[in-house]
């Protein structure tokens, strides 16, 4: 499933409710389990943020929030992020 086809789009602040998206990394041959999740939300100040947490599955990890200058920004940002993921070889869970 494509999270990012089925984001609504109904005009100023469509991403507000969105869920997030969720990825896994696991390879048991090098003790690797990871977690990625990323999403869209409106900070108190009406500015876009993405919002990106991982680590290892279990923990709490670490999580960074990016402020970008417009909804479209922060679409274009998310989209580049799961392509990363992808290509690193993230696998998304629904």
Not at 18 to 45: G, W
Request: with cysteine.
């Amino acid at each position: 499933m494509d999270a990012l086809a089925s984001m609504p789009d109904s005009g100023p602040m469509s991403n507000q409710n969105s869920l997030p998206i969720h990825f896994l990394k696991i390879d048991p041959c090098n003790n690797m389990r990871r977690f990625y999740t990323l999403s869209i939300q409106p900070n108190l100040f009406g500015e876009w943020c993405v919002m990106r947490s991982w680590g290892r599955i279990g923990t709490l990890g670490q999580s960074v929030q990016q402020t970008v200058l417009n909804e479209a920004s922060a679409n274009a940002l998310l989209r580049r992020l799961v392509a990363v993921r992808r290509k690193r070889g993230y696998e998304e869970v629904a």
